[in-house]
């Protein structure tokens, strides 16, 4: 077993994105601030409805997936394909932007706290003009295991092994391998679970006190901590317990170029993008839903 080190942090930073909502971005506040496949990782957190309520009006997106994970609160999703969600506490979205869509994502509430995260993560380049597609999942749907003494883990992606058993959350067979695991610890709770050797991986530490590795090296609350290279991460809790995020991927190693909600491979492939959607072609073609079992 060679459990993985805390290698980097990446502090979240105050940024605010749509049309005014507040909220702290940890990778993607800079273009060094990646960790391969993964882009982007933003936490909306707050219990006052300016902070909230612009929401995110339509926008376009092209060459990567966008995970909306949502912890507290109401928020309505539509895109170009006619296609409409609602999310609420628990629920996810992960959609496949690829070639391009345009969507909205707005808040169905006008009081209470509005709480949750959005993920960017990357597509190789032979996907990234795939048809777009979007899969809303319940909260009901995905699976929680008990991972140990004080600890829960919602399995939102990829498969969590365990003491000889599996548990596996509804996304699978992407090519970056993903793992999206919610971990829950009480006070001194520890959780040990494997993550594929070669898989770059990250923490990101939402409330109490997080320590990592067997050098129980601590995390800042709000703060992505990036792993070293190994095949388990460990992660304990302080006393007033903790609440972490643990993503995993296969890194994909190829250029990113970025403008703003269009991430491809070529600064020509995001100039097309910028023709096309000023084109109106991003609003044309149909949008999958892919519907959990």
Known sequence: MNVRKLDRVIPSVAASDGAGVKLRRSLGSNPHARHDPFLMLDEFYSD?????????????????ETVTYMLDGHMRHEDSGGNRGDLGPGDVQWMTAARGLVHSEMPQQTEGRM??????????????MKPAAYCDIPAAKIPVADAGEGVRVKVIAG?????GKETKGPIEGLSTDPRFFDVHLASKAVFEAPVPAGHNAFLYAYEGET??????????????GLLAQGDTVRIEAGDGGARVLLLAGRPIREPVVQYGPFVMSTREEIEQAVRDYQAGAMTRDPVRRIRVA
């Open 115 to 128: 709480r949750g995260f959005q993920l960017w993560l990357n597509l190789p380049a032979r996907e990234k």
């Open 159 to 163: 498969a969590l092994a365990q003491d």
């Open 211 to 224: 320590f990592v590795g067997m050098e129980r090296q601590k995390l800042a609350h709000r703060a992505a």
């Open 48 to 64: 006052d409805p300016d902070d909230y309520l612009a929401g995110f009006p339509s926008h376009p997106h092209r060459g990567f």
